[in-house]
């Protein structure tokens, strides 16, 4: 039974949880989102800061304020670490990858050159009530990322 | 005497192997008083349920009951998956685009008042007022005519209603008048649960849709008989019953598109409807959940995903076959009865499974009584379509109705019953 | 595991035939991955179900399964008078005064919904309107809060709340500056689902009712765990859940005075909660029928009925000092473990048996996953009571909920998996 | 079978049936109730009309249209046989001997002194679903009468 836990609480998770990268609410921003978990009552309040980099619309920031379980709140810590300086069209693709690998059941292979530290959430796949506290922040950077680009479009 | 292998081979669409069916639904083998063996005609009312059902439900309360969604354990878990399995095999059963737009509800008439209530509350495009306009049809069951009566009532819209022919169809012939500008809903049954008609649900929808309005369809007779596609029915909202589906009491399906059911405003408040509650205010989930307050129809959820499995194990086309084939035959043998008179259209064609009559000089009551002791098992009186009753002069009228399960010799009972009644009581 | 027979002989209060009871559960002989057996203290959330519960619901479905109220065959004549027996034993067992006050609702949500929906339309004494107060608490689920919320905001009136001491009880102090006379409804819990208090409802209910409010008390944590009697309880409405009183799903219960009921409008339309229906206006049914929209949840009926009689068998009082019994056990085991902090009264007097706690250094569900892993099915979220737990300042919490058939051996697991808890994540 | 419907359909019943008596709207009359039986649609418009005779308050008349089946029509004409000419305290006593019966399930054996040719109705007491026929002309002038006697006593 302790080998079931350790598949889901792999130590690159509870690192992130004890040390979490890119916390705190940062300026500027272009997009400020706050989502909920309605089943537990976990919440991430996620601002995202795009910017041209060499003509390359691209993630300058991710920053973040998270109440939740070491699930959620590492999964905040990885994305961050993921897709800051990243291309946008790069960030979505390797957000794309996370979703299927949660969705998947615990089927899914990894792939660590896309997902680095993100691989350690192939076990949380086995877990379906937990699937979405490690989606959490990552549905909320999607809603405000492209609340980001609608809004720098509409600005035009 | 419930089968007569001889006739069942002469009629064709009956199911090829009735008496496997049969023998899948376990209350088919009860006796009555005096021994007599069981001749249900009432399934419009209720159907019958399949072993099938009744054991994934005692497996459920057995082995994996617990709370859903709210629940981090492994029954939890289990209980969740199954709940939620079921939404995705009543989803693919009516050819949901989406699995989120199945919301589950107590019964049909919940769903229908779902809408109607919630439409009260509505802002923008589905907002209603005075000068606006609800129209319905003379053959609706009381929960597609309460609600709408109710709600047109409380907002100062006005109600409007399709006449009958005397045949017992739709009378299109003032559609346009009927249909306009001012419409903001309309809503009207697939199959009329009293004179078995089936309405030309998507002819009425598109005339619907070209003026805005929105179109509900209560499919609680159609999704028993016939193959649904809820996008090809041209509904916006149908819903239907679980019970009358060979599933259980307690659970009704609402389904909606998605944009309409994200411009309505909640239902019921509390339980997984919710986002986030502050004592201020509170903010509400997203579909499906918003729509399901409270503990959900757990157990119920999980027969109901069986029986819509047995329903397409058995196939729907051969469904829709086999109770033509039993209509057609019935509509023959009700013709035999002297002083029968059948309310609702003649042919087979465009009709369901249910046929309701009168019989000159004997009342419903006194029918299904007198059946009753022959162990035949019809139902009298106006089935929650009072005004359909009214439109054709006649205070109640006597039912039968049948299922994937029912057999010509079953008929054959119903017809010799009739012709006892009318000797029991004296006339003609 | 499950039982040890020697702290079993320690415990005064304890039902003295445990292994019998826990026999009756079919669920409790589970055992869950990696061959643990199941210790079950999520029952606040969901109960388990009895045998009995379990072959009275298969019965009916197969041997007398059909419509009510409707139907004047043999089989519908055995349905309807299964469904309305099951009336009276809830009504018995509540101590209604009449069975007609009796409801069946689909859930303890829908049943609360239903008051705060009707009201809306209330006219005379219990209308609403700006001015106008409904009073609740902080302490509601949030089944009691969001209803009130949606009639308050619709009517203009003003939503105001009981607050609670540190200790998780009501505060009473202000009582004569909430309840006033612009005080219309007064709703509370009887039993908190997340702290335990049990809140003294008919002191409450007195002073309300001089001032001539309504008294709306959610039993749905009260009904399961104490002996009630309506009438002594100072309600005006009183309403529980079925498949937290070792029943199904499907079905909860609205008890309400008479006066009360006859003067509410109609809920939801439709089925047999008419009495006449015309195209101009429709007439409504006396209660229990016209809040009964629709097929009512029959087979759902016959389990609670079934439910609550095995309840009476064992006994109401002996089923209190079980859990009272197992409720300062738990609490006392609790007090052992490093940084655990119990919300709500820690004095097992004016207690249920839920008790949610926090863990310093640990997130409610990590407890709950790791608590799982060893078989102890616990809840952690915020257990649908929002408020209260932002008034503690927390977020979530984990909770433990014993019933009938909870061993003072599972508490034990309880607490060496909380040892465990901590040992994993290295707190402490 | 046929044994158990002629416990329910007696011979009295269906000559009430096919010749019922005092059917008809007549006038005078104090109170006009109309009750349904919400389940099978059955109607009566019941009118009562009360009257001094020798000092005590008696029943004049019981007129009354109805749609119904065999077992309503017929308790409908036996009520006003039985009624029309007696004292209401008598009446009500009558009445509520006629209720006992109904309710009773087929245990209570009917006291033909009083209820005449109502005893015919023990056997529908058998039938639950039947019960609710046999006894709503009865409830029609219970109601009725209680109207007439309030406003009688109002009017002084
Ligand atoms: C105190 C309280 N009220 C209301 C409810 C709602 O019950 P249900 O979900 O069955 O509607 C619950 C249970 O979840 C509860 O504990
Ligand atoms: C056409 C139609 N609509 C609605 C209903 C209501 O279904 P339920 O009673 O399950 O709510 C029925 C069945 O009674 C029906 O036949």
Redesign the pocket.
């Known amino acids: 039974m302790t080998q079931e836990l350790d598949t889901l609480y792999q130590e690159i998770i509870l690192d992130h949880y004890k040390n979490p990268l890119y916390q705190g609410l940062r300026e500027p921003f272009e997009a400020e989102v706050h989502h909920v978990n309605p089943t537990c009552g976990d919440e991430v309040t996620l601002r995202v800061h795009l910017d041209d980099v060499d003509g390359v619309l691209s993630v300058r920031d991710v920053s973040y304020d998270s109440v939740g379980c070491s699930i959620s709140q590492a999964s905040a810590s990885v994305l961050a670490d993921l897709v800051i300086g990243k291309p946008v069209t790069e960030a979505m693709a390797i957000h794309a990858e996370f979703l299927t690998l949660m969705q998947g059941k615990g089927t899914v292979q990894p792939d660590e050159d896309v997902l680095e530290d993100g691989i350690a959430f192939a076990g949380v796949a086995r877990f379906p009530a937990r699937v979405k506290c490690a989606l959490l922040s990552w549905m909320a950077w999607k809603d405000a990322t492209a609340q980001s680009q609608q809004g720098s479009t509409h600005g035009g | 005497m419930t089968t007569q292998t001889t006739t069942t081979g002469l009629l064709p669409g009956l199911l090829p192997e009735l008496e496997v069916i049969r023998a899948d639904f376990p209350i088919l083998e009860r006796t009555l008083a005096g021994g007599l063996p069981l001749v249900y005609l009432d399934s419009?009312?209720t159907s019958q349920k399949p072993q099938c059902v009744i054991d994934a439900m005692v497996d459920h309360l057995e082995h994996h009951n617990a709370n859903v969604a709210r629940a981090m354990h492994q029954l939890g878990a289990e209980s969740s998956e199954a709940f939620e399995a079921a939404r995705d095999r009543v989803a693919a059963f009516i050819k949901a685009p989406s699995r989120d737009e199945v919301i589950f509800t107590k019964?049909?008439?919940?769903?229908?008042n779902l809408v109607a209530n919630t439409l009260m509350w509505a802002t923008g495009d589905l907002a209603l007022g005075k000068g606006d306009e609800v129209v319905i049809t003379e053959m609706?069951?009381h929960?597609?005519i309460v609600p709408w009566q109710l709600l047109t009532q409380r907002t100062g819209a006005t109600l409007r209603w399709f006449g009958l022919t005397e045949e017992g169809r739709l009378d299109l012939s003032n559609i346009d008048d009927l249909i306009t500008e001012r419409t903001k809903v309309v809503s009207l049954?697939w199959?009329?649960?009293m004179l078995g008609t089936i309405n030309p649900v998507a002819e009425i929808a598109a005339r619907a849709h070209e003026v805005g309005a929105l179109v509900v369809v209560?499919a609680?007779?159609a999704v028993p008989q016939l193959p649904v596609d809820v996008v090809a029915s041209g509904a916006d909202v149908l819903?239907f019953?679980?019970?009358?589906v060979v599933g259980p009491?307690g659970i009704?399906v609402l389904w909606g598109k998605r944009e309409v059911l994200d411009q309505l405003p909640p239902f019921l408040g509390g339980g997984e409807m919710i986002e986030t509650v502050r004592m201020e205010r509170s903010t509400y989930a997203g579909i499906p959940h918003k729509f399901e307050a409270g503990t959900p129809p757990i157990v119920e959820a999980v027969g109901l995903g069986a029986a819509v499995d047995y329903l397409d194990h058995v196939g729907m086309d051969a469904i829709h076959a086999h109770e033509q084939a039993i209509t057609g035959y019935a509509l023959q043998g009700l013709a035999t009865v002297p002083g029968l008179r059948v309310l609702g259209p003649l042919d087979v064609t465009g009709r369901g499974g249910a046929i309701s009559f009168e019989l000159d000089g004997v009342h419903p009551h006194d029918i299904a009584q007198v059946l009753d002791s022959r162990g035949v098992a019809v139902r009298a009186g106006h089935?929650?379509a009072r005004p359909a009753h009214a439109r054709f002069g006649v205070q109640s009228s006597t039912r039968m109705s049948s299922y994937l399960y029912t057999t010509p010799g079953e008929i054959d009972a119903l017809v010799e019953a009739l012709a006892y009644t009318r000797s029991y009581f004296k006339v003609g």
Do not use: Y
């Open positions: 419009a009312n019964n049909a008439s919940e769903a229908l609706e069951h929960s597609n049954t199959v009329s649960n209560d609680s007779q819903v019953t679980g019970h009358k009491t009704g089935h929650c």
